[in-house]
């Protein structure tokens, strides 16, 4: 066999991925810790549900991790999911409130139209409720992933209300 072709199957795996997963971004130094914990529990959760996600870490080790500010430059978004063969990628922003409450801002993406985002999911989660918001997040990114599927073959996937608003998480 072909050197190169068994090279290239070994990567086929890691590049067929049902949405590509962004580094969480945090906008301060004291968020990090708090952005890494939320996107481990949001790839668990895609996963839990069914999508397959490729991490921050496996865009990273392939080489084709979005690069920083990648929303700001025309093409970008585009040019990551055509190289991955993948319909979405998710960019995410966390940040804590004075207040204690974290804010979280995702934006999902598809290749049609990278000016304006598939959906976008704002939501101001008090603390304990991580996991909840991850849970509604994934689930709402996989109906966006089943409509993808199901729909006509260059046909694009009509917007989701901008901005989206997931369902307020119920506070204890």
């Given at each position: 066999?072909?050197?190169?072709?068994?090279?290239?199957?070994?990567?086929?795996?890691?590049?067929?991925?049902?949405?590509?997963?962004?580094?969480?971004?945090?906008?301060?130094?004291?968020?990090?810790a708090?952005?890494?914990?939320?996107?481990?529990?949001?790839?668990?959760?895609l996963?839990?549900?069914?999508?397959?996600?490729?991490?921050?870490?496996?865009?990273?080790?392939?080489?084709?991790?979005?690069?920083?500010?990648?929303?700001?430059?025309?093409?970008?978004?585009?040019?990551?999911?055509?190289?991955?063969?993948?319909?979405?990628?998710?960019?995410?922003?966390?940040?804590?409130?004075?207040?204690?409450?974290?804010?979280?801002?995702?934006?999902?993406?598809?290749?049609?139209?990278?000016?304006r985002?598939?959906?976008?999911?704002?939501?101001?989660?008090?603390?304990?409720?991580?996991?909840?918001?991850?849970?509604?997040?994934?689930?709402?990114?996989?109906?966006?992933?089943?409509?993808?599927?199901?729909?006509?073959?260059?046909?694009?996937?009509?917007?989701?209300?901008?901005?989206?608003?997931?369902?307020?998480?119920?506070?204890?």
């Amino acid at each position: 066999m072909n050197p190169l072709l068994l090279l290239a199957s070994l990567y086929a795996p890691a590049l067929a991925q049902d949405v590509l997963v962004s580094e969480f971004e945090s906008e301060s130094v004291t968020d990090i810790a708090i952005a890494l914990t939320l996107q481990d529990m949001f790839l668990a959760e895609l996963e839990r549900q069914g999508v397959k996600a490729a991490s921050p870490e496996l865009l990273l080790a392939n080489k084709l991790h979005p690069p920083e500010g990648c929303l700001a430059e025309p093409g970008c978004p585009k040019a990551v999911l055509t190289h991955w063969e993948s319909p979405l990628i998710v960019f995410t922003s966390v940040r804590t409130l004075d207040s204690g409450v974290l804010s979280v801002v995702v934006r999902v993406y598809d290749a049609e139209d990278e000016k304006r985002a598939l959906r976008e999911i704002a939501e101001e989660i008090p603390q304990g409720q991580e996991a909840e918001f991850c849970r509604l997040a994934a689930g709402k990114i996989r109906g966006d992933l089943k409509l993808y599927k199901a729909r006509p073959a260059g046909k694009p996937l009509p917007k989701a209300p901008y901005p989206f608003l997931a369902p307020r998480i119920r506070t204890v």
